[in-house]
């Protein structure tokens, strides 16, 4: 056994680029299975800490809903069992006016406060403020305020000083109680321009005129209560209020789907290239030790002993790169969650890595079984070998004709085109993965047969070109497994980028797309909005007109058929197209009009197809007003919400929605104006009432950079495999030479100069590179229009955009990543000893 | 007339490890136009590293070939290759034929590495195919071939740009008595009727007795070489 393992290392610690590679692979598979397994941990942890931050310790939040009488009501002063806390909260916008000198370019005098009061004592309990300072011996009543430190620093206050602050319109002073480290509710958002600061609960409720009233409360429970009984009994105190926990694990759930699927498509592509790469290797090296294992089983090694050999190695590899994985994914995941830590909307998050048994004990399994997995097919050709032929070493390359191939291709892609289109709903996803997942395996099996046509086609080219080194080169390509394994590896990993790249573009064009149909400047909400908001607004200089938007966001269940309507807006048939693109199946306006005529609904496309919704199919809606059955009457094309949203009239918009205000108003500037400028006099005139919004550029670059946030991840991840797989061409381009050694010195002992022996490696690179581009491009788009399909399951319908620039991309990368990996080959091949390569068997 | 192939004072020394090993000895033979040579010699004597050394696959530590009346040594790579390509013809002991390629292409490479065009030699081609009787077998790769039908595709190989001398390097060391006799049979009809100088490698009496003459080579020298015996 000692010797086994002596020799086992022995050849692992001679051939190190090869190991290397191996064990690169296997690392890289493992670290993002590691990755893409924690992240959903670390980004849960990640999120919560955020909501935690907000919310505290509560377990449960009591709040007004759309069906509440009123924005606020009066705690119960019984007491609830299983409820350790029911902190109660009440919270008002207002403004501090900036000195002048901090005005920023004379846009924005004033910073937005959050004023939240709270019972201190109830406060540190919930979500304990950490003070940096704080007066002592005095009550927190009246008009005592807590700052954050940041605040604090940046305007020059200390406990004990006085600040004036704008609320409703008056100016109220102030004194600083205490200045508070940026955590809990201080957390600091860099991109919100909107600061915190707690005042007594009282004190924030006599300036609404709500005294003894909260807006939301905060329960915490007991250690040993039971959430749902808790939450049932305060729901019978507070029964036309909302008591919910902070978030549920199915929110979570929804929101890191987005992020997760994706990750593991790509570990399961960075997997396919290392099982093909081990495998491809570990027929050279299976071949390679044919004399050894021939010796072996002479001198009475058992099957068994001489498969432990080279299963040993597989082995070594596996554990090596299971460890290295591990170690390597913790770096990967604490780079994915620090991309995705920095939120455009709500700003940085902190955050922790978040791993257990499960994730390290699954990378280093996979790394470990992937390397045995892949070697074993090899590895048992050399098994079933007699031993006469190892020893006599008549055992022949694998140069036999796959004919089986071709059909199985045909086959394998003829169902793997299928499967995402015929599809139950229910099953469309693992479906649509598996199809996209089966054509791209088409596409590899038929690798030998499109490398054949290609030269059947282009010979007469490549003699054009190169003279008769160009018709050697291409005879020299013909069924040559290492040039076909490597046109593979590039063929995967052009096909990733080429599909990661394309969908990252596809969503750019989509986001533009959405936001063109925006056909104003400014999106604001004003707080209670009536008639006389709109005509203020419209009364801003530069301000050319406005559409007040009605838009439910909040989820709607509709009853029959089942389904959540995410986006449901109620439209102003007149105006409505000035400030929207309408692309409905037929007229616009007719569709528009009809819908103003009763309780008729136009339906997104892509809810159309996920409900299989016809014209006059009738759905009932479970509405703030009750349940309200709307006939469909058209359709229409909007990716609003995912394509989950819905248009009624404005008229039984108010009717059923029962909210009298518009959500917010779309602006449009006149010609020439500064979108910018014009917010900022919105942001003036309604300072007092709270206002939100912006520029719809700076929306659109918000949303950009969200995007960017988790292609970048993902584009990381193709650029990986692309890497591997430039590993593998190279170690592949290496073995070929080795292997042709003899017939390049055959070709030289008959008259081939240097240069012409450097000029065919080149040809037959410059042919496997375009080859390899070529196919690469072959499998981006068959992945492409299976994608789709899979991101429409995952509830994200996004058309996809072809750049024809990426084609030539990848045709040039597999030509440029071809031509450099065989400089070696070729310089070697120019100065290869003929009498040494050909003169030993 | 000149000699085919002239040696003066050759000499070839190869280093095994850092111990310097002296092959061939101020080696002088003359080989005549239309010979057929036989060098004849011990394992390790340098019999193969001599005809290596005059077919220009490697280079001599001192001394002089000529092939003709062209010395070898003061050859550029260009030069060399453009030589191998048209003056000479090697055929191996284990045929060395280019795994992937069919028999024509096989037979074809030396022209098609001199840039000619592949048309331009049907006609050549198809009498070579005949004169080794591989006319069912043109389009078949080397592995799909017998030994010996390896071997006379090597030989066609040599043939194909119709050089002067035919350089063999044990032809038949690897096949067997009747296949043996079938390719000494072919060499000495291409001696015999195309008139090309052949010079083989062989330990074999038997087979050195399809030549003419023989070279005895001994520890790096010329230990005898022979008269010109009857056939």
Not at chain 1, 499 to 510: A, D, K, W
Request: proline share 4%; charged share 20%.
């Amino acid at each position: 056994m000692g010797i086994i393992i002596k020799y086992i290392l022995k050849n692992i610690w001679e051939k190190k680029f090869r190991t290397f590679l191996i064990v690169i692979s296997v690392t890289c598979s493992a670290a993002l299975f590691f990755a893409s397994s924690g992240i959903s941990g670390t980004l849960t942890a990640m999120y919560e800490d955020q909501l935690r931050m907000a919310s505290g310790n509560a377990d449960l939040i009591i709040r007004a809903n759309e069906r509440s009488p009123s924005s606020t009501f009066r705690l119960d002063p019984g007491e609830v069992s299983g409820a350790a806390l029911v902190a109660g909260e009440i919270s008002m916008g207002a403004s501090y006016r900036l000195p002048d000198a901090n005005g920023r370019g004379g846009q924005t005098d004033s910073r937005r406060l959050h004023l939240r009061g709270f019972h201190l004592d109830e406060l540190q309990e919930l979500n304990p403020v950490m003070f940096s300072e704080v007066g002592t011996g005095r009550e927190f009543a009246g008009n005592w305020i807590i700052l954050s430190r940041i605040f604090a620093e940046e305007e020059g206050y200390k406990t004990g000083d006085s600040i004036d602050i704008e609320i409703n319109g008056a100016s109220r002073r102030f004194s600083v109680w205490g200045i508070a480290y940026p955590t809990g509710l201080f957390r600091d958002s860099p991109q919100s321009e909107q600061l915190t600061a707690v005042i007594p609960r009282e004190t924030v409720a006599s300036y609404q005129g709500l005294r003894g009233q909260v807006s939301r409360a905060y329960v915490v429970l007991e250690p040993e209560a039971e959430e749902a009984e808790v939450q049932q009994a305060l729901q019978q105190i507070y029964r036309r209020y909302e008591v919910e926990p902070p978030f549920t694990q199915a929110d979570l759930s929804a929101m890191l789907g987005v992020i997760v699927m994706p990750l593991y498509l790509m570990t399961s592509m960075v997997l396919m290239i290392s099982i093909f790469i081990i495998y491809s290797t570990f027929k050279v090296i299976t071949v390679e030790r044919l004399p050894v294992i021939g010796t072996f089983r002479s001198i009475g090694a058992t099957r068994r002993m001489t498969d432990w050999v080279l299963m040993g190695e597989s082995l070594a590899y596996g554990l090596l790169g299971g460890v290295l994985g591990n170690a390597a994914g913790i770096g990967v995941l604490y780079l994915i969650a620090s991309i995705l830590a920095t939120d455009p909307w709500s700003g940085q998050m902190d955050f922790s890595i978040e791993f257990g048994v499960f994730q390290m004990a699954g990378a280093f399994f996979l790394a470990v079984g992937v390397s045995l997995i892949s070697s074993w097919i090899p590895i048992r050709r050399v098994s079933k070998t007699p031993i006469k032929e190892l020893v006599l070493n008549l055992v022949e390359g694998s140069s036999r004709k796959k004919n089986w191939k071709t059909p199985a291709a045909i086959l394998i892609g003829v169902t793997g085109w299928i499967l995402p289109r015929v599809a139950p709903h229910d099953w469309s996803l693992p479906l649509s993965i598996l199809g996209v997942f089966m054509t791209m395996t088409a596409v590899i099996f038929a690798i030998p047969l499109i490398t054949n046509v290609f030269l059947k086609v282009f010979e007469g080219l490549l003699g054009v070109l190169f003279g008769n080194l160009g018709i050697l080169a291409a005879k020299n390509l013909k069924d040559n497994t290492n040039i076909l394994n490597n046109i593979t590896l590039l063929t995967i990993g052009i096909s990733v980028l080429l599909m990661i790249n394309t969908i990252s573009y596809s969503v750019g064009i989509e986001v533009l797309n959405a936001y063109r149909d925006w056909k104003f400047d400014i999106m604001v909400s004003v707080y209670q909005a009536d008639r006389s908001v709109e005509q203020s607004l419209r009364a801003i200089p530069g301000v050319n007109g406005t559409y007040a938007a009605r838009e439910y966001r909040t989820a709607i269940q509709v009853k029959d058929p089942d389904y959540t309507l995410r986006h449901l807006q109620g439209v102003n048939p007149a105006s409505y197209q000035e400030y929207m693109a309408f692309r409905p199946d037929g007229d616009p306006q007719k569709l528009l009009e009809k819908l103003s005529r009763g309780r008729y609904i136009i339906v997104a496309d892509m809810m159309r197809h996920i409900l299989q919704l016809e014209v006059g199919d009738r759905i009932i809606m479970d509405l703030p007003s009750g349940l309200q059955t709307y006939e469909v009457i058209g359709f229409y094309d909007s990716l609003m919400m995912n394509g989950s949203n819905a248009m009624i009239d404005e008229r039984y918009y108010r009717l059923d929605l029962q909210e009298p205000y518009p959500e917010r108003f779309y602006v449009r500037v006149d010609e020439g104006a500064d979108p910018n400028a014009v917010m900022a006099d919105i942001r003036s005139r309604f300072r007092q009432r709270g206002v939100w919004g912006d520029t719809i550029k700076n929306f659109e670059a918000m949303n950009d950079e969200y995007n960017n946030q988790i292609f970048t991840i993902l584009k990381a991840f193709s650029v990986l495999a692309m890497i591997i797989g430039i590993f593998g061409v190279f170690n592949n381009y290496i073995i070929s030479f080795i292997q042709r050694k003899r017939s390049l010195a055959v070709m030289k002992s008959v008259g081939m100069s240097k240069f012409q022996s450097a000029a065919m490696i080149m040809a037959e690179a410059l042919t496997g590179g375009c080859i390899a581009g070529l196919t690469g491009i072959l499998g981006g788009i068959t992945i492409l229009t299976g994608i789709p399909y899979i991101l429409e399951a995952g509830g994200i319908p996004i058309n996809i955009h072809f750049a024809t620039n990426y084609f030539g991309i990848a045709l040039a990368g597999g030509v440029i990543i071809a031509l450099t990996a065989s400089l070696s080959p070729a310089l070697r091949g120019s100065k290869l000893n003929v009498v040494d390569a050909i003169k030993y068997e | 007339m000149p000699a085919a192939i002239k040696t003066e004072d050759l000499c070839k020394n190869y280093h095994l490890g850092k111990v310097p090993v002296e092959v061939l000895k101020e080696i002088n033979v003359n080989i005549q136009q239309g010979e057929f040579v036989t060098i004849m010699g011990p394992s390790g004597s340098g019999k193969s590293t001599l005809l290596y050394l005059m077919g220009g696959l490697d280079q001599p530590t001192a001394g002089k070939i000529y092939l003709g009346d062209m010395e070898l040594s003061g050859l550029t790579d260009k030069e060399q290759s453009i030589m191998r390509r048209r003056k000479v013809g090697f055929v191996f002991q284990f045929y060395n034929l280019v795994p992937n390629l069919t028999v024509e292409d096989n037979i074809m490479l030396p022209v098609l590495l001199d840039g000619k065009k592949p048309r331009h030699y049907r006609e050549a081609l198809q009498e070579i195919i005949q004169i080794v009787e591989l006319e069912d077998r043109r389009k078949h790769t080397p592995r799909e071939l017998s030994g010996g039908q390896q071997q006379r595709v090597a030989i066609a190989r040599a043939l194909i740009n119709e050089p002067d001398i035919i350089l063999a390097d044990e032809p038949t060391g690897n096949l067997d008595s009747r296949t043996t006799k079938e390719v000494m049979q072919l060499l000495r009809r291409i001696n015999q009727e195309k008139g090309k100088t052949v010079v083989q490698v062989s330990h074999s009496l038997e087979t050195a007795e399809y030549g003419n003459r023989i070279i005895q080579v001994r520890d790096g020298k010329v230990w005898n070489e022979g008269d010109e015996h009857e056939q």
